[in-house]
């Protein structure tokens, strides 16, 4: 919402890089689709349905890339309705949000789910640009106590709520 | 007509059972709430929920989840008028205005408006659904392989064209949907597909990583540090506010009906959801009005048009969802995968095979509606306080919500760290201006397509003719030629003439959308 977040790439950038990517992504799905036979038009092999979806992929590709091609840089601003969704990313937050779901992971291997609740909110929350270590550690433990009550013990999650990393 | 009102008086049975209604009570509850916050949506939040349905009964599971999807709506529009935040995008139209009316001190009213036309839009929307839905699902038994497959066909792409954004990336989104539904080994062929020796793979993508993934994670990604936190000093809405008075009424009347009826007819339309019914209705009730130059200073009409017509198309919504299993937005198709999971087949044997599912969710519209007038006319005060919970407290508990919803689905880490992945690409597919709901349409409707596809073919002797010779599989292929000239006419005729929509367009530009 705050003003000033620009954009990484024009609007004519941002279509072909997207139809490129259309276009990789059907030729990839052709590619994978050779594993599996056609077959004939009555008897359709595993391999006929993502061959169609692939060529369709790769054809819309390349209309995205005529359409950037061809259109005024006007006319591109028709579709972008988006305009104040898809700023630059804030790296901060993004960075501790993946961050937050790896730690989720990790915790949930190794130790169970308290603390994977508790690592995961907390370094989830540090993302926000006016967390403060304080609250962020309020929050985690919170979360934890509460999450570990309402999956562990009223839901009946299957994972250790709490162990030893390799104690087993 | 006898039997349907007679059937209901079953669903009734169901839907009042205790457990059923406490489920149907925390669904409408859930939904409203998350209509009020700004920053969580009700994909991510019936994706969050889904987990949690596994272990229940059917009937019980899709009424939660329905629940969510109305009551969102009445927390909508509380964010709309209040505080000129289109936290929901079917209200976004509703703050153009609801705010005026707020700033003139009369929120409560338009409140209070706003909650009679969403009644009256329900009503009629589920009475429609009630008649409706078993004479279209009588019709769709006997659709062949073919027919189902042009039908869904013209589903993908209504979704994929008439929502928003680029029509072509919109195709692209359903055709990567198809894509991601094709992985794992597939029950007719018995041959893996698309799983890169991954055994974790095997069984497919899982429904609840892929929505979790692209409306829950690349949600959080895309809103963090971006959503202002909100002031709600001087909102203050007392009960007796919300009563209009009767020159209002008189006002709100007419524009309540034709609004319910503009939501009935784009529910008809695969494709087009309450949030193009809103404006559409916004957009009438400007042009019939002696006083045009009023809207967008706090007409009473404005408010209750897009509400009454929101309300309508979310109950309409339901009617192809459940008669012919065609969902006809993202939204439907996560109800619909929530239903397979349950193991019951979405399509026309639905209503025969399962009356307990289909009579018992009717009633419970019903009762969740009445629920939510309860909830918000003495409660009011409460969500407008809700408000004030600010993003950087809600986003963290939502992702490790996300985390634990993912893994419980099959007790297996994978899915969480697959969702991660869906996350950073549908982040990255947000940023490149793809819209990512028409994914989910795809994910859910591909595999049943490729299904029907075959059976045509096999019934057909391998003649590719079958799709046009049979009158009702020829006729949807029809709607998609017609719809695809549509598009492009429409896409010719404005790139000439910028303002070939007069009264839409401006107050388009002029509302922000913050979520799908």
Known sequence: ????????????????VSGALCIAGGIGVLIEARKDTIGSLDRLGPG???????????????????????????????????????????????????GGVVMFI??????????????????????????TLRGCLILATVMAVAGTVLFGYLLGINMPLWQWPFAS | MITAIHDLGHGFAIALLPANLMWCFVGVLAGNLVGVLPGLGVLSTVSILLP??????????????????????????????????PCHPPHAVTCLDGFPLTKQGKGGTALGIAILAACMGAAFGIVEMTFFAPVVARFAVDFGPADICSLMLLGLLAGATLARGSPMKGVAMTLLGQVLGLAGVDMNLGVPRFTFGLLDLYDGVELVALALGLFGIAEFLKSVNRIAPVHTAGTRVRLRDLLPSRSELRQAGPAM?????????????????????????????????????????????????????THSAVQGDFIPTMSMGIPGDSGMALLLGALMIQGITPGPLLIAEHP???????????????????????????????????????????????????????????EVSE?????????????????????LLGFVLGPRMEENFRNALAISNGHLDVFVTRPMSATFLGCCAVLILVQLYAHLALTRRRKAWPGIAPDLAGAPEIEE
């Open chain 2, 52 to 85: 949690l349905t596994f272990g229940m009964k059917p009937v019980a599971a899709i009424l939660m989840l329905a629940g969510i999807f109305y009551g969102a709506q009445y927390g909508g529009a509380i964010c709309s008028i209040l505080l000129n935040l």
């Open chain 2, 356 to 414: 307990d599912v289909f009579w018992g969710l009717i009633a419970s519209f019903w009762v969740g509606n009445l629920l939510l007038v309860i909830l918000n006319v003495p409660l009011i005060g409460i969500w407008v306080r809700l408000l004030e919970i600010p993003y950087r407290v809600l986003y963290p508990c939502a992702l490790c919500f996300v985390c634990i919803g993912v893994y419980s689905a099959k007790n297996s880490l994978f």
């Open chain 2, 257 to 309: 009906v034709r609004g319910t009826l503009v939501g009935s007819l784009c529910a008809m339309v695969p494709g087009t959801g309450p949030t193009i019914a809103s404006f559409i209705s916004y957009a009438l009730e400007k042009k019939l009005s002696r006083t045009p130059e009023k809207f967008g200073t706090g007409m009473v009409a404005g408010v209750a048009g897009p509400e009454a017509s």
């Open chain 2, 419 to 439: 969702t991660l992945v869906f996350g950073i690409v549908g982040y990255g597919l947000i940023a490149l201006r793809f819209h990512v709901a028409p994914i």
């Open chain 1, 48 to 98: 006929f349905y993502p061959a169609v979806l692939g060529t369709l992929l790769t054809l819309v590709g390349v209309l995205i890339v005529a359409a950037a091609l061809i259109t005024t840089s006007r006319d591109a601003l028709r579709f972008d309705d988006m305009a104040h969704e898809a700023a630059a990313p804030d790296w901060r937050g993004c960075a501790c949000i993946v």
């Open chain 1, 106 to 131: 990790v915790f949930a291997w190794l130790m169970g789910l308290a603390p994977a609740i508790f690592a995961c909110v907390f370094v989830g929350a540090l993302g926000d640009r006016t967390a």
């Open chain 1, 1 to 16: 919402m705050a003003a000033g977040h620009e954009s990484l790439l024009s609007p004519r950038q941002r279509d072909l």
